[in-house]
């Protein structure tokens, strides 16, 4: 089983003297690196590939984990970075299941490939209507229907 979920910090949605009324303006690039911070949990099997959750740009993750969707529904390797740190997590996709491993090399999972599709899924929609219903300027952001147009191909 995989559990993907935040828990959004609004007193980190903006940097600095950034305000509300940038939002549907702001450029991909610096919502994906400076907004909507959130601690996510990452959880395959019980083990916590995030221990215990890991404070991230809430769209930067969003975008990453429908590229590493993406990549696997092509049969590609899957990969979850950070631009923070070299750390990551790698997705093998094997028949219908994927094989998730980290670099630090532990803990390692599997789970279904449909089940990690309906997880990003899942896991984007929400991040999407969180930012929305507290900022809704940011649904006119062209970001905003490129992740909804990455999740729904």
Known sequence: MIELTFSPRPENDFPGPKKARDLPTVSE??????????????RVEGA????PCRRLPLIDFMFTLAYSA??????????ID???????????PQGDRIEIRIKKGSPSGSCGVDEYFTAVSGF???????????HPGMKENPAISRLRNMIDA
């Open 70 to 79: 993406q990549s696997i529904r092509s049969g590609e390797l899957g990969e």
């Open 82 to 92: 950070f631009t923070e740190s070299s750390d990551w997590v790698r997705l093998y």
């Open 29 to 42: 690039m610096d919502l994906r690196y400076g907004y909507f911070e959130a601690d996510v949990t990452f």
């Open 124 to 134: 984007v929609q929400s991040g999407i209507g969180n930012i929305i219903s507290r």
């Open 48 to 51: 916590d590939f995030f221990y």
